[in-house]
């Protein structure tokens, strides 16, 4: 098995990534995987990073490609943005570490998995260092596009692009019975109503409480009858958001605690621990806030996972009505579908929709969950 088998449904990309880690002419210093949510653009950065620094060049079975795949490597480093964003001083440390020889493998990797996060600070200081990189230094960058709004102009001209696709139903349903070993009707039920995403169908194929909180939110639209549901409706979404996010946070977030306590030193006795005292107190407020920052971030991916799949029946809804013959991205609601395509017209359908995604867009302006929810709960009940 090797590195690429990682990459699920993408033969074009690791033809071109494959090819760029065995020919040293083929090769370039900074690197700009594309895609949507869930087609695996960190994974293939990972397994180019890890082909890059293989001696065999991705074959999966040596030290560097275990260290690479597990986040262990000395010499690769990813930035996976705990917070809403990227901060300028987050990444000036970045690249200053990115800017050393290499200690043991072959480059200086740097992995930005979410770089549509970078505030604009912080993305002119990696563009700095794309500009004039060290020899030995790559720089893998994700994102959904390589749209201006996504990544800046002057960062998208100085990088190669690696287009993903959505990966296919079928090829999905391959990687989740041959190397999940889930059984394979679900395995297929799951890739089909993922919408592609990798992670979201070996998720839902794994947990039955993912899947229960899937089917509660598919049958929103048809059990809103009132202004009260839409605003009790509201208030389960945001709360069962949070309760998710608190779940994520709290083993981490204590083990955070208990780990950064012992390394300042708590307990101790004799000369300076008062001022050891006072940079653990430092240290501590430091964590809380980024502990409290990575469950925002948290509870809006949660939030944004049931908007994704109220979008998807309300274009299925759609598809439905205009009597298309193509795939519906939930297809073991189609009874739902076909019941609201007969209920609604066209016309509210697209308002419903676009009220989704209004509240997404709300969400990422840093409105109230709660206000949000309520305005897309509200513009759905009336259609």
């Not at 991705?58 to 000395?74: I, N, R």
């Not at 190397?179 to 089909?192: F, L």
Request: with cysteine; hydrophobic share 40%.
């Amino acid at each position: 098995m090797s590195v690429w088998d990682e990459v699920v449904g993408q033969p074009d990309a690791v033809e071109e990534l494959g090819n760029a880690a065995r020919e040293p002419s083929a090769m370039t210093h900074a690197w700009l995987f594309t895609g949507p949510p869930g087609s695996g653009r960190s994974v293939a950065a990972r397994a180019f990073a890890a082909a890059l620094q293989c001696p065999e060049h991705g074959c999966g079975h040596c030290a560097a490609c275990h260290t690479v795949l597990s986040g262990t490597h000395a010499d690769v480093r990813e930035v996976v943005p705990e917070g809403l964003s990227i901060g300028v001083d987050a990444m000036r440390r970045l690249v200053a570490l990115s800017a050393r020889r290499p200690s043991t493998g072959r480059y200086q990797i740097l992995i930005i998995t979410d770089a549509d996060r970078l505030t604009e600070s912080a993305a002119n200081a990696l563009l700095k260092a794309v500009e004039e990189p060290a020899e030995q230094t790559v720089f893998l960058l994700c994102a959904p596009s390589d749209h201006p709004e996504d990544v800046s102009v002057t960062i998208r001209s100085r990088c190669r692009v690696v287009p993903l696709r959505t990966p296919s139903v079928d090829a999905i349903t391959a990687v989740l019975v041959q190397r999940d070993g889930i059984d394979a009707e679900r395995a297929r039920w799951a890739a089909s109503v993922s919408d592609g995403h990798v992670g979201r169908a070996r998720h839902l194929a794994r947990d039955e409480e993912s899947r229960a909180q899937r089917e509660a939110v598919l049958a929103l639209p048809l059990r809103t009858r009132s202004l009260g549901d839409a605003f009790a409706f509201a208030s389960d979404l945001v709360r069962g958001a949070k309760a998710e996010a608190g779940a994520l946070s709290e083993a981490r977030d204590g083990a955070e605690r208990e780990e950064m306590n012992v390394a300042m030193g708590g307990g101790g006795v004799g000369k300076g621990v008062a001022g050891a005292a006072r940079s653990a107190k430092a240290a501590e407020r430091d964590l809380e806030k980024r502990q409290k920052l990575r469950n925002t971030r948290n509870q809006r991916d949660a939030l944004d996972r049931a908007l994704v799949d109220l979008t998807s029946f309300f274009r299925d809804v759609l598809v439905t009505s205009a009597g298309a013959e193509v795939p519906l991205a939930n297809p073991d609601r189609s009874a739902d579908v076909r019941r609201a395509a007969q209920e609604w017209t066209p016309e509210s359908t697209l308002r419903r929709l676009e009220a989704v995604l209004a509240c997404r867009e709300a969400l990422d302006l840093n409105v109230k969950p709660e206000i949000a929810a309520e305005a897309m709960m509200t513009a759905i009940h009336t259609g």
